[in-house]
């Protein structure tokens, strides 16, 4: 079975460029969660959603955006990139119920130059 | 943004040694997870815990859900070289919506 995806891997852009980011969810799962790691930390939420409704939202600036598909498939959208998002922004999906276990993707590598 | 007291924040030991690290929150929390992360690699699910006092092993693993629902431990038994990687906690606040808090990571390196 296939586990969470995101396209693409790697990804190079420069300040004030936006860039799109996508995650496929494991089949089944209703619930996708974004995620922004920089380098020597943890992950930091961003986003939440679940059956194409925002369930939650960190504290990130309004630069940040995402939606849901139909097929639960997810897209992350950065306007106007800063040298500060460069990072490995992480998908995890999970069925969304009361244990909200949490299963996550490779993730994307986001290169601002 | 937050993120939980994860310590050690390193560790280095030899082969066939025990390990513990801990997690600690000034805030309770429902759900207490603990992932490994490897290089290139996004976070895998280790081990997950529900209710205060749990006590769950995976293998060598063994983690606990604090009595006071505010801290975790995990331990590590018989370290072998694959067990290198940095290991996450995280937690789901009480009332959160689903959203996961994590530590820092503690990094662990074993010499054969």
């Known amino acids: 079975d296939a586990g969470v995806t995101q396209s693409p891997t790697h990804l190079i852009k420069t300040r004030g460029q936006h860039v799109t980011l996508r995650c496929s969810p494991i089949?089944?799962?209703?619930?996708v969660s974004w995620y922004q790691q920089v380098l020597g930390q943890g992950p930091q939420f961003i986003f939440q959603?679940?059956?194409?409704?925002?369930?939650g939202r960190g504290n990130f600036p309004d630069r940040f955006s995402a939606r849901q598909f139909p097929n639960y498939s997810s897209e992350l959208n950065v306007n106007a990139l800063l040298l500060g998002d460069s990072a490995l922004y992480l998908c995890?999906?999970?069925?969304?119920?009361?244990?909200?276990?949490?299963?996550f993707g490779a993730g994307t590598r986001l290169s601002v130059l | 943004g937050q993120q939980l007291n994860q310590s050690p924040q390193s560790m280095f030991i030899q082969e066939g040694e025990d390990v513990s690290m801990n997690c600690t929150s000034s805030?309770?929390?429902?759900?207490w997870l603990w992932y490994k992360q490897e290089p290139g690699e996004g976070p895998v699910l280790l081990i997950a815990?529900?209710?205060?006092?749990e006590l769950t092993s995976n293998g060598r693993l063994t983690a606990q859900f604090g009595i006071t629902r505010k801290d975790s431990f995990l331990n590590i038994s018989a370290s072998i070289p694959s067990d290198v990687g940095i290991y996450f906690c995280?937690?789901?606040?009480?009332?959160?919506?689903?959203?996961?808090?994590f530590g820092k990571g503690t990094k662990l390196s074993v010499k054969p």
């Open positions: 805030s309770i929390f429902n759900t």
């Open positions: 995280a937690g789901q606040p009480q009332g959160s919506q689903g959203n996961l808090i």
């Open positions: 995890a999906s999970s069925l969304g119920g009361a244990k909200n276990i949490q299963y």
């Open positions: 815990l529900y209710k205060a006092g």
């Open positions: 959603y679940y059956e194409k409704e925002e369930r």
């Open positions: 089949s089944g799962h209703k619930s």
